[in-house]
């Protein structure tokens, strides 16, 4: 069974960082891009980062200068490096791959991480 866990969320004042991970494991045989979601009270599920297997990013315009997505492929774990946070950045995030199986393939999620900026 293909997991994906979740780390490094909590509670920050404005302007610190935070660094989030997400470990995918399981039966695996390739994972293709992997990124961040993140879901605030009231508001729809976005992307905030996102990474494919080939390295390139992409970034929701809030985020972009602040947040860096990295991914470390021989650990199957992508990473979300937050400087300089807002409070408008307190929301669930939460973890995406697109895992290939031996026998299928689909996208996975994390189950999510709060991350809570105070002013």
């Known amino acids: 069974q293909v997991q994906l866990v979740e780390s490094g969320g909590g509670l920050v004042q404005a302007g610190g960082s935070l660094r989030l991970s997400c470990a995918a494991s399981?039966?695996?045989?390739?994972?293709?891009?992997m990124g961040w979601y993140r879901q605030a009270p009231g508001k729809q599920r976005e992307l905030v980062a996102g990474i494919t297997s080939g390295g390139r990013t992409k970034y929701a315009d809030s985020v972009k200068g602040r947040f860096t997505i990295s991914r470390d492929h021989a650990k199957n774990t992508v990473y979300l490096q937050m400087n300089s946070l807002k409070p408008e950045d307190t929301a669930v995030y939460y973890c995406n791959a697109d895992i290939r199986e031996l026998v299928r393939r689909g996208d996975y999620w994390g189950q999510g991480t709060q991350v809570t900026v105070s002013s």
């Open positions: 399981g039966s695996i045989f390739s994972i293709g891009a």
